[in-house]
């Protein structure tokens, strides 16, 4: 229970709502008692939910899905107030965020920036499209890092920026997700000022992991990636109080755990 003058806020790779609402998605938004829910790939329409489901009591929300169908996409829920402030990053890429990769929000005094990167998996010409996507997210960026309120730039980047992020880095120094130009991009990206506030939490150590593949016993081995994130400028940085990866919510519901910051503003 979140009281006094913490917010709480949980983002978290939901790979498909309607999915996750069948595996007890509800259940875990009561458990954690987030004033904040920044969710990434929906993977749906809000007029796809199910008939039967219902927003939690008291939240407002604002959907960003993807043109296509069942994929990608965003959402933001909120029982704090929410406004919203832009959609999209402006890339020449995707003028118009057709993928519904970005939502941009303030709950409260908190402005919250709810990201969904490519994932560059799929091949050559798909891993050019999130290497010039990360460099226009570079530049976007730096006019929230400056801002004297506070901001944080949240969700699944679908980079593990160092060999702490993973659990078998040697193996995977070929796959999209842990490239080294990926890596120095990420490295880039901090040195602009962003704070990892997980990393920053659980120091210089192994995970926590955030995402683990379906395939043999990764998941119940806790043989994962840390590729999502909650980073934050300098005035939200001050008022960082604790962070958390909760692993069984992600066992249950997703492929990706939830990640949960309170701040004390």
């Known amino acids: 229970m979140i009281t006094g003058d913490l917010m ?31 969710l990434q790939e929906v993977r749906a329409l809000p007029e796809q939910l199910p008939k039967d489901w219902e927003l939690p009591t008291g939240h407002e929300v604002v959907w960003h899905p993807a043109e296509k169908k069942g994929y990608s996409g965003v959402a933001s829920f909120s029982r704090i107030g929410m406004e919203v402030i832009t959609r999209g990053i402006d890339t020449k890429l995707d003028p118009d965020d057709s993928e519904g990769r970005v939502l941009v929000t303030k709950c409260g005094s908190l402005t919250c920036i709810n990201i969904y990167l490519p994932n560059g998996g799929s091949g050559p010409a798909r891993q050019a499209y999130k290497d010039q996507w990360l460099e226009d997210l570079l530049v976007w960026a730096k006019q929230y890092l400056s801002s004297p309120e506070p901001v944080v730039l949240v969700g699944d980047l679908n980079i593990a920026h160092t060999e702490d992020d993973i659990w078998n880095p040697s193996g995977n120094r070929m796959t999209s997700g842990f490239l080294a130009h990926e890596r ?16 920053i939490h659980f120091g210089e150590r192994k995970g926590p992991y955030t995402w683990w593949s379906n395939r043999g016993q990764a998941r119940a081995l806790d043989r994962g990636w840390r ?19 909760n692993r069984q919510a992600g066992l249950d519901c997703s492929d990706h755990a939830p990640l949960i910051i309170d701040f004390k503003f």
Do not use: C, M, P
């Open 8 to 38: 709480r806020v949980v983002s978290w790779n939901l790979n498909g709502i309607r999915a996750a609402i069948r595996k007890g998605l509800d259940d875990w938004i009561e458990e954690i008692d987030a004033d904040i829910w920044l």
């Open 184 to 199: 120095e991009w990420f490295s880039r990206f901090l040195a602009s000022g962003w704070h990892d506030l997980h990393r």
């Open 227 to 245: 590729i999502d994130y909650v980073l934050a400028n300098d005035a939200a940085f001050t008022a960082f109080e604790s962070a958390e990866v």
